[in-house]
């Protein structure tokens, strides 16, 4: 299994080219299977969860082809592939496919619109709550599907098609609303949608399902409204820049130091996160194609985040932020508000030397003079980051066990950083 070795010490400069999101990404090759048409998205992420979405829409019988310049200082990222969902040649999404990401339950709206029958396995994902499906099963109810559970698959029927309905989220929900978005896209009527994700992952899909002759105002507010057409056709699309990348890198600068200029990215997918890093210390101007953040000199200060739905601070962040403060000259708190166990990181942190306290969803951060390295375990995707944006302050080599967590959501990491003279090394083995 792959670690990754970080020597720290080293403020960072130069230039990160921010990849596509895969938060976005992975929504819009799930809207190929709308369609028999071809579905082209350019600035595609190389990542492990792009490469298993294409093994499970090929399952069910999407083609994909891949083209076009690849962008990026190393020539190897932003990729535009083509896909064509000619015919659905099976409506089951199987449990060995879907249990190792999240996002391929998503399958089910389209199947659901396209076919009238969806057999979609519990999804897996990240291990930070217990990320229930109920939201789904109630909207997708609410524009006429027969629902049921059956040996750990949901078995979704609509015979005579999807009927649009209006459905109020009890809880915001980035997942269910991007389902509810495809699905109601082909259903006969209008579909009301409210308490609607407002993440630009939702805008973006959207966009894209417009450009596909969908008829859907709103997204990126709380109310959506969709009117069902009858097909979709093919469009070119390209994917949004990665805001959790970019948060990600702007965390890694504030934590060492330096000067680096964030390429291919826009500040206001992440103004929040941006705020907490300026009060942090750093600074964030913007760039030409994206934002330069520099932090010379002056420490860290300590600053209080609560994560909430977009255009709150994101969850996705909140490990990264957590690293963060373990550095800052005082006692921060961070609050987690969307997902009940996504601290796992916090042991882990606590290997480097972090003094951290949890009282249920809020974590108490002391921060320390110094940090030394040492044998660390990723646990989720965005956890994984965390222990690198620590590893590059702290002093001395860290070991991160398990990166594959990394590489689902982190595109050429190690050469990315290393580019701006951070030393981190992958070690196969
Ligand atoms: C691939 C992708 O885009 N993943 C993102 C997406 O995940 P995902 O779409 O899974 O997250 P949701 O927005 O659905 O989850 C928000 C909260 O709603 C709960 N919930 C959700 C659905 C449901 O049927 N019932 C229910 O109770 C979840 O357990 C969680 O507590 O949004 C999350 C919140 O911004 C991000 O952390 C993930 O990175
Ligand atoms: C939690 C995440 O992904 P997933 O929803 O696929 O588990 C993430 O991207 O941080």
Redesign the pocket.
């Known amino acids: 299994m792959d670690r990754i070795r970080i020597r720290g010490g080293n403020t960072l400069a130069g230039t990160i080219h921010i990849s596509g999101a895969?938060?976005a990404a992975?929504?819009l090759m799930i809207a190929s299977l709308l369609t028999d048409d071809t579905l082209t998205l350019e600035n595609v992420p190389h990542l492990a969860d792009v490469e298993q979405l294409i093994r499970i829409l090929g399952n069910h019988g999407v083609d994909y082809s891949v083209s076009g310049k690849r962008v990026g200082q190393n020539g190897a990222s932003g990729r535009t592939i083509h896909f064509t969902a000619r015919t659905i040649v099976d409506t089951t999404a199987p449990y060995e496919l879907v249990s190792k990401m999240?996002?391929s339950f998503w399958v089910i709206g389209p199947l659901l619109a396209r076919c009238h029958e969806a057999r979609v396995s519990l999804p897996g994902?990240?291990a930070?709550?217990?990320?229930?499906?109920?939201?789904?099963?109630e909207g997708l109810t609410a524009l006429g599907a027969r629902m049921e559970i059956e040996n750990g698959y949901i078995v979704a029927k609509a015979p005579g098609g999807l009927v649009g309905n209006r459905y109020v989220f009890p809880?915001?929900?980035?997942?269910?609303t991007?389902v509810m978005m495809m699905a109601a896209s082909l259903a006969k009527g209008e579909t009301l949608i409210e308490n609607a994700?407002r993440?630009p992952?939702v805008a973006d899909l959207a966009a894209c399902l417009n450009a596909m002759g969908a008829r859907i105002e709103g997204a990126g507010t709380s109310t959506i409204r969709i009117e069902g057409v009858t097909s979709l056709s093919g469009a070119r699309h390209r994917v949004l820049p990665d805001r959790?990348e970019t948060g990600t890198y702007a965390m890694a600068v504030a934590m060492t130091g330096g000067d680096v200029t964030l390429e291919g990215t826009r500040p206001d997918l992440l103004e929040n996160a941006l705020g907490a890093l300026r009060e942090a210390g750093a600074e964030i101007l913007e760039a030409p194609n994206g934002l330069r953040v520099r932090r010379n000199g002056n420490g860290l200060q300590p600053v209080d985040v609560v994560t909430d739905?977009?255009p709150g601070f994101?969850?996705?962040l909140q490990a990264q932020f957590m690293a963060l403060m373990t550095r800052s000259s005082g006692v921060s708190h961070i609050t987690e508000t969307?997902?009940?166990n996504r601290f796992m990181h916090v042991q882990e942190l606590a290997r480097l030397g972090a003094r951290i306290s949890l009282a249920g969803q809020v974590a108490r951060i002391e921060g320390v003079p110094r940090l030394a390295g040492a044998q660390v375990m990723a646990t989720d995707l965005r956890a994984s980051v965390s222990l690198v944006i620590a590893g590059l302050a702290a002093e001395g080599d860290t070991f991160v066990n398990r990166v594959y967590h990394l590489d689902r959501g982190f595109e050429r990491l190690e050469e990315k950083l290393g580019n701006c003279g951070a030393e981190v090394e992958r070690l196969s083995s």
């Open positions: 895969k938060n992975l929504p999240r996002a994902g990240c930070i709550g217990t990320r229930p499906v109920d939201l789904f099963i809880k915001v929900s980035v997942g269910a991007h994700a993440e992952e959790i739905p977009f994101p969850t996705d969307i997902f009940e």
